[in-house]
């Protein structure tokens, strides 16, 4: 259904400028033209600042040049490539000119992508900025239908003569009368990173997607001067939310990385406010501190209240992270350990947990929860939860998806009667409500003894050892379960003898330790190192790095045999 619209404002006022992402693009253009909003690099470091002014220029023209193209009312276009400064352009150009926009992961394979281009019904594609190594551009460029018209955003590889982003803009004159959405309307159809199956479309309205900024600012009070950097998939709800929703809603910078290669560059001139990390980017940040500067020695300079002062300053002006007033990690739980280490640095670790299903928003901690090693704190405002009777996570809040795209059987399954989400999480409430995540209902399985087991919180407790980069706890059938590891940042055929002899004492111990605390049915066998690396690429993790347990069972599944005979502890690959 489509919904009717309202003509833009002679003047816009605060309260019309969050109604939508559209509605803060022109209220911000007014307030502050000159401001930047986008700093981004381009391949050679060489930087370009958009303003707002800037900004809204570009969307206005490529909005009028798309509302020429007299594609069906309400159409799905797709945007495939890196976070830049133009995906958000793009995105906001394609709401102005009354469609739908479809993310695409860089990284998502060439299967993934056929399904969410068909799938979406996509009509024109939004070519990004991709290079074929750190991406799949090679796999998906072969899958691309050949009617789907395609316009390359700057950045973007050759293709096919598609028209570029800049040479369209040049001749067309900008968008003079824009009409605003309501609300309620389709605004996004936004696919899971699917680590079960084939990605999911979740269907999110302007209003779902602007929600969490409204409830969210009571926590962070974001203003003009907060400046965010932007580096994970803005084809997320996390970095949708944190990055593009965050700048629209109140105004502030943004700040794009380069390349891998320029990551810390880039951080630190960006300098950001608010920074939001998956656990992996923290345990790397940890580790190559402590490459530079070894924990006995962090421990000494520490305990000089001078030097130690100095010296933690100096750590995080390295990582860039001096000015942060809020950091947060989502997507995994994090080690104690490392909050303690960055607690002691001055840098207190949000947890944030959250799904694509209710864009992200759903429970959380706050600074000063930093000492908790399982929960991710308490609801978020405005949002109501609960267990049913399995122990399955329940959710409503003001950023509920709308429902899954052409499929009612699926959206009736996901959301109960009374309105609340089912997760898919198990979990449990302590007396404060904060809820800790205790597994997911379908990872649980069955030992040859009958018993069932949870994974997740196994990994868990093996995840909070910093050597460790992805766990996965599996032994369907098995008499007892037994732990696949990945060492983090280096192989194991790589290591010198010395250094794995130590190294596996050390996991002896974990898997000791970790024992002691399960229940006998669920006490590993032994902890399998494996030799190869789990990426997005090769299909061992999902685009938002979590573990494909299926890929990871099926890839290893003949190897269980001999792992067994060998009647050790710890065993390599």
Known sequence: MTHPTTTIPADLNPSDSRATQLHCLLYWEKRQPKKVLFVHPDENGRLTHFTWTEVADQV?????????????????????????????IADLAIWMAGHVSVPLYSTLNAEGARHVLIHSEAKLLFIGKLDGQSDSWHQVKEIIPTKLPCIRLPLAPQYKGAPTWDDLIANV???HEVTL????????????????????????????MMAPAFAVNTLFACTPEDRLFSYLPLAHVAERAFIEIASLCYGSEVFFVGSRNSFLTDLRRAKPTIFLAVPRLWMKFHLDINKRVPLTAQKLIFNVPKISQFTKKTMLSELGLNHVRFALTASAPLPLSLKKWYHNLGLDLIEAYGMTENFGYSHGTKPKDWSSEDNVGRAYPQVESKLDSSGEILVKSPSMMLGYHKDQAKTAEAITKDGFLR??????YD???????????????KTSKGKYVAPVPIEHKLGNHTMLDAVCVCGAGLTQPIAIVQLADIRPDKLPEAVRATLEKELQVLLKKTNAQLEPHEKLAFIAVVNEAWTVKNGFLTPTLKIKRNVIENRYAFRLESWSAQNRKVVWM
Not at 431 to 445: C, E, P
């Open 60 to 88: 206005r023209r490529m909005a009028s040049y798309l509302t020429k193209l007299a594609l069906p009312a309400r159409s799905q276009i797709a945007i495939y490539g890196k976070n830049s400064a133009h995906w958000i």
């Open 173 to 175: 004159s900008p968008l």
């Open 181 to 208: 959405p309501e609300p309620s309307t389709l605004a996004s159809i936004i696919y899971t990173s699917g680590s079960t199956g084939l990605p999911k479309g979740v269907m999110h309205s302007f209003a779902t």
């Open 423 to 428: 997760t898919g999480d198990v979990g449990r």
């Open 431 to 445: 007396a404060q409500g904060y809820l800790t995540i205790t597994g997911r209902v379908k990872d649980n399985f």
